[in-house]
């Protein structure tokens, strides 16, 4: 059973209209690994986890998560095997009708149906642990700086301690200082759960933090998987451009002349 | 034949929009009857729709029934029909006049707050992440608006009938010098309780469509700021067009053998 990755695609296909944008993505990830995918903007890595997630239904191909196929999955059976998900979205996506506390606790009381008084304990050891005093739980999420959010938002994908957690751009749109708080979070919330993890990024700083193994996504497919620490000598041209963030290069962005 | 194309273009979205509304109804209602509910949503929106939406429901009323009492005595007096006017007055009010003011005033301001609401919680993946904490967004966002909704209008427009009967009342004694004990009796006297009941059997079909109408805009908006402000005013004019029809259609059904 070791050897069953923890999630599996095969020949992943989605489109938006005619919009090509997953063209037959096929990924293993292990168990307990840290996976970061690497990418361009818009070439359909928010869409590849949202597909893992049910959120997007893929047009063919296979999905499994410890070797059972999910892209089939009645409404109940998803929302049993979301149990197993955290997701750090890419604007923290926090209830901004809630208070922070309740962010966090969210999961524990109405998916778990904790009472409200424990749930609130643990989300304020959660915020704790992500670096936020009990102060900040009261506050509603509009009054909070975007790295804050981000925090909170994490405090939220770890608090009912996934077995699988996947962080869009979490470094997105934060000053290097704050991105590398997170990057560290990061790390050390994974390690702590035992958690497998897959990471978003355009952001090779972070990359380099987080990653046990990279992927790099290239017009709707996986164009390259490797170690973290071959990244630097990948001999694939497309990695080396985007690592070493080249405007010329085999990867051409659609720009046309003014 | 390019003119045939577009009417037939037309005719197919046309059909689309009707299945998805059709689906997302039959979805949004099979939550609304199934445990578990979450209490505190539905009572969240109940004070919001119920209790916040008193004062506008209520002076609409009120000065509906006064220009009611105003305006057919101007007629009435020409043929020496004056004693017809409370009765007038409290036919209007409870079979149509209540349930479609406070249905339209209410589209105007809970359809357009749920709508947006909902909207940028689409927009900003809160819906999303509901779904990734195990929490069915239908269940969660859609099914409390529409029990709130089915349940607040009809007390809404009660306490609107008996504000806009008060209306005319104080229109017909201190305007128009009427014998308050009289016009009291009138207005008892030809209210059949059938008069009542259509009015708050209207106002039930119309709360469901207008949280129905705000659901669904919201739920299905995308594309920014932009298109949450196109949901909200879809969701408005379509509430409001709903409940003419409608209202004419339940009227037909009620009073059609008389
Ligand atoms: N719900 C949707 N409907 C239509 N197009 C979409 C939708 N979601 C994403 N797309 C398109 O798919 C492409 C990939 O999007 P995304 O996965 O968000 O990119 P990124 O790699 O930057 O995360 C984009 O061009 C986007 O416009
Ligand atoms: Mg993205």
Same mark, same amino acid.
């Given at each position: 059973?070791?050897?069953?990755?923890?999630?599996?695609?095969?020949?992943?296909?989605?489109?938006?209209?005619?919009?090509?944008?997953? $063209?037959?993505?096929?990924?293993?990830?292990?168990?307990?690994?840290?996976?970061?995918?690497?990418?361009?903007?818009?070439?359909?890595?928010?869409?590849?986890?949202?597909?893992?997630?049910?959120?997007?239904?893929?047009?063919?191909?296979?999905?499994?998560?410890?070797?059972?196929?999910?892209?089939?999955?009645?409404?109940?059976?998803?929302?049993?095997?979301?149990?197993?998900?955290?997701?750090?979205?890419?604007?923290?996506?926090?209830?901004?009708?809630?208070?922070?506390?309740?962010?966090?606790?969210?999961?524990?009381?109405?998916?778990?149906?904790?009472?409200?008084?424990?749930?609130?304990?643990?989300?304020?050891?959660?915020?704790?642990?992500?670096?936020? $005093?009990?102060?900040?739980?009261?506050?509603?999420?509009?009054?909070?700086?975007?790295?804050?959010?981000?925090?909170?938002?994490?405090?939220?994908?770890?608090?009912?301690?996934?077995?699988?957690?996947?962080?869009?751009?979490?470094?997105?749109?934060?000053?290097?200082?704050?991105?590398?708080?997170? $990057?560290?979070?990061?790390?050390?919330?994974?390690?702590?759960?035992?958690?497998?993890?897959?990471?978003?990024?355009?952001?090779?700083?972070?990359?380099?933090?987080?990653?046990?193994?990279?992927?790099?996504?290239?017009?709707?497919?996986?164009?390259?998987?490797?170690?973290?620490?071959?990244?630097?000598?990948?001999? $694939?041209?497309?990695?080396?451009?985007?690592?070493?963030?080249?405007?010329?290069?085999?990867?051409?962005?659609?720009?046309?002349?003014? | 034949?390019?003119?045939?194309?577009?009417?037939?273009?037309?005719?197919?979205?046309?059909?689309?929009?009707?299945?998805?509304?059709?689906?997302?109804?039959?979805?949004?209602?099979?939550?609304?009857?199934?445990?578990?509910?979450?209490?505190?949503?539905?009572?969240?929106?109940?004070?919001?729709?119920?209790?916040?939406?008193?004062?506008?429901?209520?002076?609409?009323?009120?000065?509906?029934?006064?220009?009611?009492?105003?305006?057919?005595?101007?007629?009435?007096?020409?043929?020496?029909?004056?004693?017809?006017?409370?009765?007038?007055?409290?036919?209007?009010?409870?079979?149509?006049?209540?349930?479609?003011?406070?249905?339209?005033?209410?589209?105007?301001?809970?359809?357009?707050?749920?709508?947006?609401?909902?909207?940028?919680?689409?927009?900003?993946?809160?819906?999303?992440?509901?779904?990734?904490?195990?929490?069915?967004?239908?269940?969660?966002?859609?099914?409390?608006?529409?029990?709130?909704?089915?349940?607040?209008?009809?007390?809404?427009?009660?306490?609107?009938?008996?504000?806009?009967?008060?209306?005319?009342?104080?229109?017909?004694?201190?305007?128009?010098?009427?014998?308050?004990?009289?016009?009291?009796?009138?207005?008892?006297?030809?209210?059949?309780?059938?008069?009542?009941?259509?009015?708050?059997?209207?106002?039930?079909?119309?709360?469901?469509?207008?949280?129905?109408?705000?659901?669904?805009?919201?739920?299905?908006?995308?594309?920014?700021?932009?298109?949450?402000?196109?949901?909200?005013?879809?969701?408005?004019?379509?509430?409001?067009?709903?409940?003419?029809?409608?209202?004419?259609?339940?009227?037909?059904?009620?009073?059609?053998?008389?």
């Amino acid at each position: 059973m070791t050897d069953t990755p923890k999630i599996a695609l095969k020949h992943v296909h989605k489109r938006f209209g005619h919009k090509v944008v997953l $063209n037959g993505i096929d990924l293993e990830v292990g168990r307990g690994e840290s996976l970061v995918i690497i990418g361009g903007s818009g070439t359909g890595k928010s869409v590849m986890l949202k597909c893992i997630l049910g959120l997007l239904h893929p047009d063919s191909g296979s999905i499994k998560v410890d070797g059972e196929e999910t892209t089939r999955l009645r409404p109940r059976e998803r929302e049993k095997l979301l149990h197993k998900f955290g997701m750090l979205f890419q604007g923290a996506a926090l209830f901004d009708s809630l208070p922070v506390w309740e962010n966090v606790a969210f999961g524990l009381i109405q998916g778990e149906h904790m009472p409200r008084a424990k749930a609130k304990e643990i989300a304020v050891r959660k915020l704790a642990a992500v670096g936020l $005093n009990a102060d900040v739980a009261e506050l509603s999420p509009a009054e909070l700086s975007g790295g804050m959010q981000k925090r909170v938002g994490l405090a939220r994908a770890i608090a009912d301690e996934p077995e699988i957690i996947f962080f869009d751009e979490p470094t997105t749109g934060l000053d290097p200082i704050m991105a590398d708080v997170i $990057n560290e979070l990061i790390v050390k919330c994974v390690k702590d759960l035992g958690a497998t993890a897959v990471t978003i990024t355009h952001d090779m700083a972070s990359a380099r933090k987080i990653a046990d193994r990279v992927a790099m996504i290239h017009q709707g497919k996986i164009i390259w998987t490797g170690h973290a620490k071959d990244i630097d000598n990948s001999g $694939n041209p497309y990695v080396d451009q985007f690592v070493h963030g080249r405007g010329d290069g085999p990867i051409q962005m659609q720009v046309r002349a003014l | 034949m390019q003119f045939l194309a577009a009417i037939g273009r037309t005719f197919l979205v046309f059909l689309t929009q009707t299945g998805r509304l059709a689906l997302f109804t039959s979805s949004g209602v099979s939550h609304a009857i199934r445990p578990p509910l979450f209490l505190r949503q539905i009572i969240r929106q109940m004070v919001d729709i119920g209790y916040y939406s008193l004062p506008v429901v209520g002076l609409t009323a009120l000065f509906t029934g006064m220009v009611l009492a105003l305006q057919s005595y101007s007629g009435f007096s020409r043929f020496q029909a004056e004693g017809a006017i409370a009765t007038v007055v409290v036919l209007s009010i409870t079979r149509e006049l209540g349930p479609v003011l406070a249905g339209l005033m209410v589209a105007g301001r809970i359809g357009a707050a749920m709508a947006a609401e909902i909207g940028t919680m689409r927009v900003t993946e809160q819906i999303d992440a509901l779904s990734t904490l195990s929490t069915n967004p239908m269940k969660y966002l859609v099914a409390p608006r529409l029990l709130a909704g089915v349940t607040m209008l009809p007390l809404l427009v009660l306490t609107a009938d008996i504000i806009g009967v008060f209306g005319g009342f104080l229109v017909g004694v201190y305007r128009l010098n009427f014998n308050p004990a009289s016009y009291i009796a009138r207005t008892w006297e030809y209210l059949e309780p059938v008069d009542v009941i259509s009015g708050l059997v209207k106002a039930a079909v119309f709360g469901f469509v207008i949280a129905l109408m705000g659901c669904y805009f919201g739920y299905r908006s995308k594309g920014g700021a932009q298109g949450v402000g196109q949901a909200t005013t879809n969701s408005v004019v379509s509430a409001s067009i709903l409940i003419l029809i409608l209202n004419y259609l339940i009227t037909g059904l009620f009073f059609s053998t008389k």
